[in-house]
Nanobody, 117 residues
Framework: QEQVVESGGGLVEAGGSLRFSCVAS????????MAWSRQAPGKEREFVAR????????NYADDVKGRFTITKDNAKNAVFLDMKSLRPGGTAIYYC??????????WGQGTQVTVSS
């Protein structure tokens, strides 16, 4: 069964750092890219960052450029999101999405980050 599982959420003070992890399975899954999105309370889900599985090229939302870094581990079908300088308005549920070469998107259940001011 294809699935994506996120981990690493929690409570962090404004200005602090946090790291999310995401693993896609099964290992045989052919991945095109993996990405992170987030949904703040009362708002729509928005794109955060994406990484191409083959080239490693990355894209970021303007709001997170210079503060967030997306990386991958192809051997583990894993993607990571390192976040620093978290802002008080940064409380959200972060979702990992794997895009298979077939075009199919697989979403995780999400992991919560709460940023305290």
């Amino acid at each position: 069964q294809e699935q994506v599982v996120e981990s690493g959420g929690g409570l962090v003070e404004a200005g602090g750092s946090l790291r999310f992890s995401c693993v896609a399975s099964p290992r045989s899954l052919s991945i095109a890219d993996m990405a992170w999105s987030r949904q703040a309370p009362g708002k729509e889900r928005e794109f955060v960052a994406r990484i191409n599985w083959i080239s490693g090229s990355t894209n970021y939302a303007d709001d997170v450029k210079g503060r967030f870094t997306i990386t991958k581990d192809n051997a583990k079908n894993a993607v990571f999101l390192d976040m620093k300088s978290l802002r008080p308005g940064g409380t959200a549920i972060y979702y990992c999405r794997t895009k298979a070469l077939s075009g199919r998107g697989i979403w995780g259940q999400g992991t919560q980050v709460t940023v305290s001011s």
